[in-house]
């Protein structure tokens, strides 16, 4: 049961377009949210974060938005860029029994020039 | 500053044998993680450590072991590789524990494994 979902797998935008990618959480406990980027034979970096005291994160071209009730998160990019082209990741901090961060699957964005 | 660095990126293993992944970081973090990525599901946890001489288990950490003996590595073995393990692997490394603000994982670029 994936507590993270990103049910996009693949989103292509015209360079200079807003891109906005879309992310799902189930667990209502999660109360801060994490934005990978993930070029090819790259590792994952870190883009962006919120915490749930908020409901957008801006920084540049990019913004997080929070909707705590629907439990749903979303990243904008503006104006979008070929640079951008790369696996976006959805994640969120949880503590079990141990510190755990869950990761969504993953969207790959396609920017086009 | 070459943060985190992992070897090999490529290997291809017959079912049965055995290797092992190693990972370092130059950023005097404490935690170190082995995450796996498949297609679909995103990144899996494998085992973890939250400082040097001492690892614990993730999510998913059959058929694999660890070990912390020097502050900046983290290896990965496989003791009797199985095609179930083909996959990226990923170490990464933080300064405090993942779910502590402005504390983000710092990843490698990974180790491509296929077992055949």
């Known amino acids: 049961d994936q507590q993270v979902k990103q049910n996009s797998p693949s989103l292509s935008v015209q360079e200079g377009r807003i891109s906005i990618l879309n992310c799902d959480y189930t667990?209502?406990?999660?109360?801060?949210f994490l934005w990978y980027k993930k070029y090819p034979a790259e590792g994952p970096t870190f883009l962006i974060s919120?915490?749930?005291?908020?409901d957008k994160n801006e920084d540049g071209r990019f913004t997080v938005f929070l909707n705590k009730s629907a439990k749903h998160l979303s990243l904008h990019i503006v104006p979008s860029q070929p640079g951008d082209s790369a696996v976006y990741f959805c994640?969120?901090?949880?503590?079990?029994?141990?510190?755990?961060?869950?990761f969504g699957p993953g969207t790959s964005l396609s920017v086009i020039p | 500053n070459a943060g985190v660095t992992q070897t090999p990126k490529f290997r291809v293993l017959k079912t049965g044998q055995s290797m092992t992944l190693l990972c370092a970081q130059d950023?005097?973090?404490?935690?170190m993680y082995w995450y796996r990525q498949d297609p679909g599901m995103g990144l899996r946890l494998i085992h973890y450590?939250?400082?040097?001489?001492?690892?614990a288990k993730g999510e998913v950490p059959d058929g694999y072991n660890v070990s912390r003996l020097k502050k900046q590595n983290f290896l990965l073995g496989l003791e009797s590789a199985a095609p179930s393990q083909t996959s990226v692997y990923f170490c990464?490394?933080?300064?405090?524990?993942?779910?502590?603000?402005?504390?983000?994982?710092?990843f490698g670029n990974g180790t491509r494994l296929t077992v055949t």
């Open positions: 667990n209502s406990m999660f109360d801060y």
């Open positions: 990464a490394s933080s300064a405090t524990t993942g779910w502590v603000y402005n504390s983000p994982l710092h």
């Open positions: 450590s939250v400082g040097e001489g001492t690892t």
């Open positions: 919120i915490s749930s005291i908020k």
């Open positions: 950023m005097n973090h404490e935690y």
């Open positions: 994640a969120a901090p949880f503590k079990t029994s141990y510190d755990k961060v869950i």
